[in-house]
């Protein structure tokens, strides 16, 4: 399980299948892999996709830093003394939370050894490695090993686990007294362009968006012991014994110009959207992706001035009483 794609997002946690950004389209938000050791999204290895993983998450992570100042800020909230960090990927978010709870044992959990690795090395970059430990686990059939935790941060992995409800009963059961699940699930895809770009049909990111939701559910539907939930996780929450302690969704705006890494990351997820999308794009769609990925458009992703990043993350809390 490594997380979204960014979508928007576990792995090692084989929560799932590859990254979901890779996958779904969604980002892998947060650098976090999604994915829990399936491989990852359109072959691509992860010596290769763990520094694109990393980029992303580097941007999006003014979102985590409030996310998690919110969390620690709670007048619920418990002493943090051991984290897990659920499909961590990189590890980007999991220094995050080390250098946010300076008190914390903080444990990368994921499916795939070569994001673990990274997120070793970044820990011990950042001086963070006396207090950062990696895992490689299966999830969820290696919960259990685990132990326990005052904060289990779960980013874009939830949706990658066949029986929802049953994991997240799972690793509720490993929260102390008092300890909180943060769920990052939902909030909005991000947006870079303006629905009219100039050329081909205005609309087109709406577009790459229905299809990507199409796919999103295509990969539900392939999951082991997969089952329907309603995604109204406060109730799932109250369902497996947690009370629900409040949803905040946190705004990431860079508005154009954009600086280089938030250019080169659209140009990333344009092109692998124009690598899995293949089949359902229309014509007109896939000339307009051409032109956006070609560098030397003026109009191309590389060149145009009206380039921003707008997106949103929600994070929803339940503690365990």
């Known amino acids: ?5 960014h979508g928007h997002h576990g792995h090692s946690a084989r929560a799932g299948h590859a990254a979901h950004s890779a996958h779904t389209g969604h980002s892998v938000h947060a650098g976090h892999s999604a994915h829990a050791g399936h491989g990852t999204p359109d072959g691509i290895g992860w010596d290769a996709m763990g520094p694109l993983l990393e980029q992303n998450a580097e941007i999006s992570r003014p979102q985590y830093e409030e996310a998690a100042r ?6 619920t909230a418990p002493q943090v003394r ?9 590890g980007v978010v999991t220094c995050l939370l080390a250098e946010m709870f300076p008190g914390a044992e903080v444990v990368a959990v994921d499916g795939t050894p070569a994001l673990l690795e990274r997120a070793g090395e970044r820990a011990e970059r950042l001086g963070l490695g006396g207090r950062v430990r990696v895992r490689q686990a299966d999830l969820p059939d290696d919960l259990g090993e685990l132990g326990e935790a005052d904060l289990i941060w779960m980013g874009n992995t939830l949706h990658h686990m066949g029986d929802q409800r049953a ?4 690793f509720a059961g490993l929260l102390r007294p008092g300890g909180t699940v943060a769920l990052v699930e939902g909030g909005l895809q991000p947006r870079r362009l303006p629905r009219d770009i100039g050329f081909g049909r205005p609309g087109l990111e709406a577009r790459l968006d229905a299809i990507n939701t199409d796919r999103f559910e295509d990969m539900r539907a392939a999951l082991p012991d997969t089952k329907r939930e309603s995604e109204d996780w406060s109730a799932l929450f109250a369902a497996v014994g947690l009370e629900p302690q409040g949803t905040r969704s946190f705004l990431l705006d860079v508005p154009a110009p954009v600086p280089e890494p938030v250019r080169d990351d659209a140009v990333i997820e344009f092109g692998r959207w124009r690598e899995a999308f293949a089949e359902y794009l229309t014509a007109e769609d896939t000339a307009a992706l051409d032109r956006l990925l070609d560098p030397d458009d003026p109009a191309g992703l590389r060149r145009r001035p009206d380039l921003f990043l707008l997106s949103a993350r929600t994070v929803h809390l339940g503690r365990r009483a």
């Open 167 to 170: 994991a997240l009963a799972g």
């Open 82 to 90: 051991r984290v897990l960090d659920i499909g961590s990927g990189p």
């Open 70 to 75: 919110w969390i620690a800020w709670l007048p």
């Open 1 to 5: 399980m490594s997380q979204h794609t």
